[in-house]
């Protein structure tokens, strides 16, 4: 069963940093682009932060300077950094793997909890 497994999220303050992992359960995803996603209360899910097979990456303005992206394709996982973090910055975030471009699926992770809160 392919899946995508998520963690490292929490509570942090305003101003801190936590670093989130996402484990794929299958070689293939080596081949997907990867990404963050995430979605507040109340509002749409958004990308946060992807990164392409080669290591191209591209991020939602609100993060740039304070989020990167990173992937290990030896160990299938996919990370995000996330410094200085705000307030606005809490939600469910979710890893996604797209393998559209190679015909295949597109999956999600089943999200982890980031609260900034003081």
């Known amino acids: 069963q392919v899946q995508l497994v998520e963690s490292g999220g929490g509570l942090v303050q305003p101003g801190g940093s936590l670093r989130l992992s996402c484990a794929a359960s299958a070689n293939i995803f080596r081949f997907y682009t990867m990404g963050w996603y995430r979605q507040a209360p109340g509002k749409q899910r958004e990308l946060v932060a992807a990164i392409t097979r080669g290591g191209s990456t591209n991020y939602a303005d609100s993060v740039k300077g304070r989020f990167t992206i990173s992937r290990n394709n030896a160990k299938v996982t996919v990370y995000l950094q996330m410094n200085s973090l705000k307030p606005e910055d809490t939600a469910v975030y979710y890893c996604?793997?797209?393998?559209?471009?190679?015909?295949?699926?597109?999956?999600w992770g089943q999200g982890t909890q980031v609260t900034v809160s003081s």
């Open positions: 996604n793997a797209d393998g559209s471009l190679l015909g295949s699926s597109v999956y």
